[in-house]
Structure formats: structure tokens, C-alpha cells
């Protein structure tokens, strides 16, 4: 069993910048690889980035590229999401999730999801 616990979410104005942290527990964090998602209301949950489990490859939604970094710390068992430049199109709750297998290609092949953990940029 894999916990996962997110935190660092917050209000900010736009063009601000934001750190979001997800705490794992139980299984060895550094042999999965971990994604971010987002959902805003009315809207399906949506891929943000994926890191693999040596932290040596990232991938980015074409929406937040250039602007977000993922990254992780497996001595702390942690993954970051650096936000910069926020938008209000950033607006939503931002969910961590594990990939167990290294195999997930759609929000349903990861394995463990943390609660959220909400973000605002007000314009």
C-alpha cells in the first residue's frame, strides 16, 4: 500500500509562482514513477507531468510546459511540482499518483492517488 499525501497548494495571483510537495509512504518510492494531474470544475481530471523513478525523465502537458518542474527526492520519498508564471486557466485541484508498474499512459493505469490539494490564481 502506497500513501500519498499532498501539500504546498494555496491562492496566488496570476504570474505568481507556487511549490506543490507529495509525500509518499509505504513501498519504496524510488521504484515507481510518479505523475501529477489537475481537475478544474466541470472538467475531467488532467494530466500536468510524470517523472520516472530515477527522476531522469520528465514529461509535460503542452499547457504548462516551459512554465512547470517536476521533480523528486527519492532520500525524502517527495515529488515537486514547480509551478511559475501561474495563470487563472491554472485553477484547480492538483492531485499526485503513483505508478507502480512505470507502465500508466491514462489517469486509471496509476495506481495510488493522494487527496489533492487545491490551487487558485486569480487574475
Known amino acids: 500500500q502506497v500513501q500519498l499525501v499532498e501539500s504546498g497548494g494555496g491562492l496566488v495571483q496570476a504570474g505568481g509562482s507556487l511549490r506543490l510537495s507529495c509525500a509518499a509512504s509505504?513501498?519504496?518510492?524510488?521504484?515507481?514513477?510518479m505523475g501529477w494531474f489537475r481537475q478544474a470544475p466541470g472538467k475531467e481530471r488532467a494530466f500536468v507531468a510524470r517523472?520516472?523513478?530515477?527522476?531522469?525523465?520528465?514529461y509535460y502537458a503542452d499547457s504548462v510546459k516551459g512554465r512547470f518542474t517536476i521533480s523528486r527526492d527519492n532520500a525524502k520519498n517527495t515529488v515537486y511540482l514547480q509551478m511559475n508564471s501561474l495563470k487563472p486557466e491554472d485553477t484547480a485541484v492538483y492531485y499526485c499518483?503513483?505508478?507502480?508498474?512505470?507502465?500508466?499512459?491514462?489517469?486509471?493505469?496509476?495506481?495510488?492517488w493522494g487527496q489533492g490539494t487545491q490551487v487558485n490564481v486569480s487574475s
Open positions: 499518483a503513483a505508478d507502480v508498474n512505470q507502465i500508466a499512459t491514462r489517469p486509471n493505469e496509476y495506481n495510488y
Open positions: 509505504g513501498r519504496t518510492f524510488s521504484s515507481y514513477a
Open positions: 517523472i520516472n523513478w530515477s527522476g531522469g525523465r520528465t
